[in-house]
């Protein structure tokens, strides 16, 4: 399994609720990533997670929470955002932080998220 | 913080034209990274530079990685339609954090 599987595709909230962005690999990567991208935009950092700890927080509100359940799950808790909250949230995983690998970072298909 | 500049932003070509991106670091990176990113899609990892003034090539795509690691450009000879996409480079820094830091792209429309 060579994939990064985000869950869901599509997300319509409002400011006031409060959901859950999923991300999933099997490749025994040990570094995971969330990523914001606006459109035609490059990809923003958000979180690292490194051997299932947090790593870097690139100073992401607080309505944005990470969890790393295990070395294979990442999640991206959502509560009370804002309609500017509104992008394409793309998951990550690589072999390693401190390690170059060749194959680089595996990115999901992401989820896109409209906060009305 | 570590900055990554790209450019053009944009370019349009002829089917068959060459096509060049560069990318320039604020700090020396522990290497370089490039992605393609098709309309509606997501960043697919296309090569990783580690050594200072290393060359590496994939059939039409030529990557490149300054001396000083802290430029690269990617060259692609005779472009095609299936070209068509956002190429981004993404720097590590020499912290070797995982925080890799995305240039701001270059979109290549081709021309049939």
């Not at chain 1, 409060?18 to 935009?41: F, I, P």
């Not at chain 1, 790393?68 to 999640?75: K, Q, R």
């Not at chain 2, 960043?43 to 090539?57: C, H, R, T, Y």
């Not at chain 2, 993404?90 to 890799?100: D, I, Q, R, V, Y």
Request: overall charge positive.
């Amino acid at each position: 399994d060579t994939e990064v599987t985000q869950t869901p595709k599509h997300l319509v909230m409002g400011m006031t609720n409060k959901k859950s962005l999923k991300c999933e690999q099997h490749m025994g990567h040990r570094a995971m990533y969330w990523y914001k991208q606006k459109a035609k935009k490059p990809p923003e950092l958000m979180f690292v997670y490194s051997y299932e700890k947090l790593s870097i927080n690139e100073s992401v509100p607080s309505r944005f929470s990470p969890e790393c359940p295990n070395s294979s799950l990442l999640n991206l808790h959502l509560h009370a955002l804002q309609p500017e909250d509104s992008a394409l949230y793309l998951c990550a995983s690589s072999q390693d932080v401190s390690l170059p690998s060749r194959y680089g970072y595996t990115f999901g298909s992401g989820t896109r998220l409209t906060v009305v | 913080g570590q900055q990554v500049m790209q450019i053009p932003q944009y370019q349009h070509v002829q089917e068959g034209e060459d096509f060049t991106t560069y990318c320039n670091s604020s700090t020396t990176l522990s290497n370089i990274q490039w992605y393609k990113q098709r309309p509606g899609g997501h960043p697919v990892f296309l090569i990783q530079l580690v050594k200072s003034g290393e060359v590496k090539k994939q059939k039409r795509l030529t990557f490149q990685f300054g001396e000083a690691k802290k430029n690269s450009s990617l060259h692609i000879t005779a472009t095609q339609t299936t070209d068509v996409g956002t190429y981004f480079c993404a720097g590590l820094g020499s912290s070797n954090t995982g925080k890799l830091i995305f240039g701001q792209g270059t979109t290549l429309q081709v021309k049939p």
